[in-house]
């Protein structure tokens, strides 16, 4: 059966770093080995991430990219071989590898696992971790050379044969042997002022992170005006945590659990690696949080709420999506049913630990979006609310 059109896509995140009962930090500004948890992100374990993900009809998994983790392309190409038809959202960062040899790369994952092959553009990390990669250019630079790099893509991956001699990149004759089939999406996120029109001539689905939603249609009419102008219509997606549980009082419960093992010196630490970022979706996750850390209010996990169901919490220690959709099963399909309402037509999401969370999510909240009409994976069945937990022994 096909998938309506007009229903919302998920996505899952696979944790390439590690996975953790708690909040696993790493992300913007900084360093490498500041990821990972206590559970080691095996093929085997990524790979049942992704097949309870294809259980519950997700789209894809976005997979990171940086010092802090490991390569995605490497992952997904093998967890790929372990699951039947999710897709994978590969990170990945123009410049370190060239535009002739990503679209290659897209072209034989799309051979091997046709269809499955989702691209999320990252224009760079932090100076310091994009030097660390060779990589010398300024912020406004790397955004000129990711224009220029997704340009030569698209022409590949539209049959040409490309000679191009930009201010960054200088490509001759090159082509593909093979194309992909179909062609990849693009997915671009990107908060700054240089951001914007690249993201509106190349994306084909622009990602926020979770933002209250008076901010995130602040976000959507800006790329949507700048795509318009342009001829062309761009789709948009949100990334986000989740808790979600049978009852409200359980979700924020587990909400101060996780609140509950951050400290002090780790806190300070973090968020002195964070302030130094140079991503203004960074510094606008940071902001929602400032308050609580100025005046210690940050221990109460409802001082964090920023919007009803929204908590920032997760920004405290993480960089990156720093906030997470939190209530019951029925609560967190409204928050979505919200942003939905904004334009939000895809929804990346991710919890801790991932597998036990995407059963919560799957179990609650994927019925809940199906009896909404807001999500169609193509099955006939609606299955009963979850009532539990698989990893939860009954009576807890």
């Known amino acids: 059966m096909s998938v309506d059109r007009d229903s919302l896509k998920l996505h899952w995140f696979l944790p390439t770093y590690g996975d953790s009962r708690l909040i696993v930090g790493g992300g913007h500004g900084l360093p490498a080995g500041t990821a990972g948890g206590d559970r080691d992100a095996s ?14 009809g997700f789209t894809a998994a976005l997979t990171p990219a940086g010092a802090w983790c490991e390569d995605a392309w490497l992952t997904t190409a093998m967890v790929a071989q372990e699951t039947r038809d999710l897709g994978f959202l590969v990170a990945f960062r123009p410049g370190l590898i060239s535009p002739t040899l990503a679209a290659q790369m897209a072209a034989t994952f799309s051979r091997h696992a046709p269809g499955r092959v989702l691209l999320n553009v990252v224009t760079g990390g932090e100076p310091a971790e994009q030097r660390a990669y060779g990589d010398h250019l300024d912020k406004a630079a790397r955004y000129a050379r990711t224009d220029e790099f997704l340009s030569i ?119 002195s690696g964070l302030g130094r ?36 919490g997760v920004g405290l220690v993480r960089g990156g999506a720093g906030t997470a959709l939190v209530g019951s099963h029925a609560e967190v399909a409204d928050l979505i049913a919200e942003y939905r309402a904004l334009g939000i037509d895809e929804f990346v999401l991710s919890g801790y630990p991932h597998l036990e969370e995407l059963y919560w999510f799957g179990e609650g909240v994927v019925p809940e979006l199906k009896r909404r009409g807001l999500f169609d994976d193509g099955r006939s069945s609606v299955p009963p609310v979850s009532t539990g937990n698989p990893f939860v022994p009954a009576g807890r």
């Open 43 to 56: 093929i085997g374990y990524l790979s049942s991430i992704a097949r309870a993900a294809e259980d519950f």
């Open 277 to 312: 970022s140079e991503s203004t979706g960074q510094a606008a996750m940071r902001a929602l949080h400032e308050r609580t850390r100025a005046d210690g209010s940050w221990r109460d996990p409802r001082a964090l709420e920023v919007y009803p169901g929204l908590w920032s």
């Open 153 to 271: 893509v698209r022409d590949l991956w539209a049959g040409e044969t490309v000679t191009r001699h930009g201010e960054h990149i200088r490509v001759d004759g090159a082509s593909l042997a093979s194309l992909p089939v179909p062609t990849p999406p693009v997915y671009f996120g990107g908060s700054s002022p240089e951001a914007g029109p690249v993201a509106a001539r190349h994306s084909d689905v622009y990602l926020t992170w979770g933002e209250p939603p008076a901010a995130v249609a602040t976000k959507i009419d800006w790329i949507r005006g700048l795509a318009e102008a342009q001829g062309r219509t761009v789709r948009f997606g949100i990334r986000l945590h989740v808790i979600a549980r049978d009852t409200s009082e359980q979700a924020w419960a587990e909400a101060s659990r996780l609140l509950s093992a951050i400290d002090d010196e780790t806190l300070a630490n973090v968020q």
